[in-house]
């Protein structure tokens, strides 16, 4: 995915691969985040996780709200969404 994306934003031309490489790397950390979670039993720490995930996507949709921000903010939504439900107990 992440080499994908790079290859893709280097194809269009103008930008350097070094300038690209940060963000790209910072998207791919926010969506690993986020699947990591889904994976921890401990609701408690699956939930610090998702916030993380949360944190990263709203900072990455701010930054780039001109062009694929919009994405990056509905996927925030979704990680402070799936949190708010990791803090609720899990029915026995």
């Given at each position: 995915?992440?080499?994908?994306?790079?290859?893709?934003?280097?194809a269009?031309?103008?930008?350097a691969?070094?300038?690209v490489?940060p963000w790209?790397?910072?998207?791919?950390?926010?969506?690993?985040a986020?699947?990591?979670?889904?994976?921890?039993?401990?609701?408690?720490?699956?939930?610090?996780?998702?916030?993380?995930?949360?944190?990263?996507?709203?900072?990455?949709g701010v930054?780039?709200?001109?062009?694929?921000?919009?994405g990056?903010?509905v996927?925030?939504?979704?990680?402070?969404?799936?949190?708010?439900?990791?803090?609720?107990?899990?029915?026995?």
């Amino acid at each position: 995915m992440l080499a994908a994306y790079l290859a893709l934003i280097v194809a269009q031309g103008g930008v350097a691969l070094i300038d690209v490489l940060p963000w790209a790397v910072l998207m791919l950390i926010a969506a690993l985040a986020a699947l990591a979670a889904a994976q921890f039993e401990d609701r408690r720490i699956a939930r610090k996780i998702m916030v993380a995930a949360a944190g990263l996507f709203t900072l990455l949709g701010v930054v780039s709200i001109f062009s694929i921000g919009i994405g990056f903010l509905v996927a925030a939504v979704l990680a402070v969404l799936a949190a708010i439900r990791l803090s609720g107990t899990r029915p026995e």
